[in-house]
């Protein structure tokens, strides 16, 4: 580098001129004991300090990075270490986090996040949970597009449950036809369902939801024509069932109710509870009618009172064990 490139204009002394460069200790930043070496550009004439461009950007790392460390602020290599793990773009970083454009890009270049962007961060780093509800949010509202929601990855955890809903969707959809009374199965519809029933109904057990579930269904099919869930269901000792036991991968799913395993000395109890945040919105307002019938006539009687009126519904007697049973005998319903 030639000489001239290195001189700086001091107004003390009017011109450009070379500088030495003289090392001094930073003590304290934003009221954090930082005690960093800095190196300071001093006019060579007259002895001035001088702003030295390379010199500062060496200081301000230098003073970052120590006070990064002591307070814990979200690093550069951090946020960019998180992008590329959810294969998002820094627009995309802050539409979801609803910041200001350039936001990420600075932070990234080694600008300080002040403590509550770091908080977050961190936050969103740590808990995949919470970033995720971001993520939701920012789509629900029109700030990310489909596409870009669709392309994220997100960990194990996560897409197991898409998994689990791919593999459901995959057993339970089928023709339209009488044994799921003509309507394609919705995994939407059935995960909302359950969660209303569940908050509805206290100590919802397994073999009663199946009910539950068969005689809204069957009952929607009589008066509406067609069913609510779209699925089929076949003759089982208990009663009606979910077709192939396929409940048990049902109520493994996790956004609007959880199971609840306790273990009896003679056998395993499982109880669905709601968490309340079902949407039955989707469900027009007469098979909201049926639905809210169904819970009012069984939610006071228990799992075997339930399964002996299912046990004299033509429905089941008719059909043999282990078929589906078809939606036909919806209109030989007795107790709804
Ligand atoms: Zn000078």
Request: glycine share 4%; aromatic share 12%.
């Amino acid at each position: 580098m030639n000489k001239e490139t290195r001189k700086v204009y001091c107004e003390k002394c009017n011109k450009k001129v070379d500088y030495d460069i003289i090392s001094e200790i930073k003590k304290e930043y934003k009221g954090v004991e930082v005690n960093i070496e800095q190196n300071i550009g001093i006019c060579s004439e007259c002895g001035e300090r001088l702003y030295v461009t390379e010199l500062e950007e060496i200081n301000l790392d230098k003073l970052y990075s120590r006070y990064r460390e002591l307070t814990g602020i979200v690093t550069p290599q951090d946020i960019i270490n998180f992008r590329e793990k959810y294969n998002i773009s820094q627009r995309e970083l802050v539409a979801i986090l609803d910041w200001g454009k350039m936001t990420i890009n600075r932070y990234e270049r080694g600008s300080l996040p002040n403590q509550s962007h770091s908080d977050i961060l961190k936050l969103i780093i740590k808990e995949e949970s919470y970033f995720r509800e971001k993520v939701e949010d920012a789509y629900k509202n029109g700030r990310i597009s489909e596409k870009t929601y669709n392309n994220m990855h997100f960990s194990m955890d996560q897409e197991k449950t898409s998994i689990l809903e791919k593999l459901i969707e995959l057993r339970l959809s089928n023709e339209v036809n009488i044994y799921n009374g003509f309507k394609k199965f919705d995994l939407d519809r059935l995960e909302n369902l359950i969660g209303y029933i569940s908050s509805k109904v206290n100590n919802l057990y397994k073999t009663s939801l199946n009910k539950y579930l068969w005689y809204i269904d069957f009952s929607n099919y009589k008066y509406n024509l067609k069913s609510i869930t779209g699925l089929r269901y076949m003759r089982y000792t208990f009663g009606p069932i979910i077709e192939d036991m396929d409940y048990e991968l049902i109520l493994n799913l996790k956004n609007k109710f959880e199971k609840e395993v306790t273990e009896s000395y003679r056998s395993e109890i499982t109880k669905i509870k709601s968490k309340d945040n079902y949407d039955i919105s989707m469900f027009s307002d007469k098979e909201m009618e049926i639905i809210d019938r169904v819970i009012e006539v069984f939610k006071d009687k228990n799992v075997g009172e339930i399964s002996d009126l299912s046990h004299k519904e033509k429905a089941w007697i008719e059909t043999k064990d282990k078929e589906l049973i078809s939606y036909e005998y919806a209109h030989d319903l007795k107790y709804i």
